[in-house]
């Protein structure tokens, strides 16, 4: 893929197949949730942070103050915690990560605490705001060589991520990323990105990408999930709401987009 590996988090992968390992797995996370009759929980309560261990921890970023619960009124909270705990249940099936399952951090954008994690992921930037300070230290992040996913927003959220971007990176420019591009093919092979299914959104999804300086031929340094949600699927995987076969595809987008920046 002529994709450049940084020594910050290589990993040795144990790729055991592709579709049909994750359908299996889907299956049986479908099977331990109790297939349609159980859902992911409503106001489930914001769960005290791991404390840092090494092992790969899904971290959640927060704007705003804490709450307690999670809330379809506070957007950064949506899909906490199933969909981030049903990802990771993949990644432990399907690779040799080992990440934390259970156990999944939510940490303020101006915590320092988020330059332990390489990774991060921002929900629903469509009600983003932050403070100097907050902007200033995601910047810094950024600089340092985190790499953010930001997913589950569309059209009409579009002008408040912008303006927050432009906070953190004035100058930032917002590239669509090509089919082509080794984010598609970091483990699966997604050879139309366009293709990955909608929970409900209108239209195709389209994926962008911030890359640093604006340099195409530099690290990319934020992944972009715009007009879609795949998180959705995560959250509601095993539920009966949507195919395994829709859920799939949005999971392999997840491990790519995951895989992606563990290793570049």
Request: hydrophobic share 40%; proline share 8%; with cysteine.
């Amino acid at each position: 893929m002529g994709s450049r590996t940084s020594g910050r988090c290589r990993l040795m992968i144990a790729i055991i197949g592709a579709g049909v390992v994750l359908a299996g797995a889907a299956t049986a996370l479908a099977q331990r949730r109790g297939g349609g009759g159980r859902f992911p929980p409503s106001g489930a309560p914001i769960a005290p942070n791991t404390p840092y261990d090494g092992r790969f921890t899904f971290i959640r970023l927060r704007y705003g103050p804490p709450i307690p619960y999670q809330s379809q009124r506070i957007p950064w909270s949506h899909d906490y915690p199933a969909g981030e705990q049903n990802l990771m249940r993949i990644f432990n099936e399907i690779t040799s990560l080992a990440p934390h399952i259970e156990e999944t951090n939510v940490i303020s954008i101006g915590d320092p605490e988020i330059f332990k994690y390489p990774l991060t992921y921002l929900c629903e930037p469509g009600s983003w705001y932050m403070t100097d300070e907050e902007a200033a230290n995601l910047r810094a992040y950024l600089q340092k060589g985190g790499f953010i996913i930001v997913d589950d927003f569309r059209f009409y959220d579009w002008g408040n991520f912008e303006a927050q971007m432009r906070r953190v990176l004035p100058d930032a420019q917002f590239v669509e990323l090509e089919a082509s591009h080794p984010l598609f093919h970091s483990f699966f092979e997604i050879n139309d990105p366009s293709k990955i299914p909608q929970y409900y959104d209108r239209g195709t999804p389209v994926f962008l990408g911030v890359f640093e300086d604006n340099d195409p031929n530099k690290r990319l340094i934020m992944a972009i999930c715009y007009n879609t949600d795949i998180s959705e699927f995560w959250e509601w995987s095993g539920t009966g709401f949507k195919a395994i076969d829709e859920s799939n595809e949005a999971f392999k987008m997840g491990i790519n987009l995951f895989m992606y920046g563990l290793t570049h």
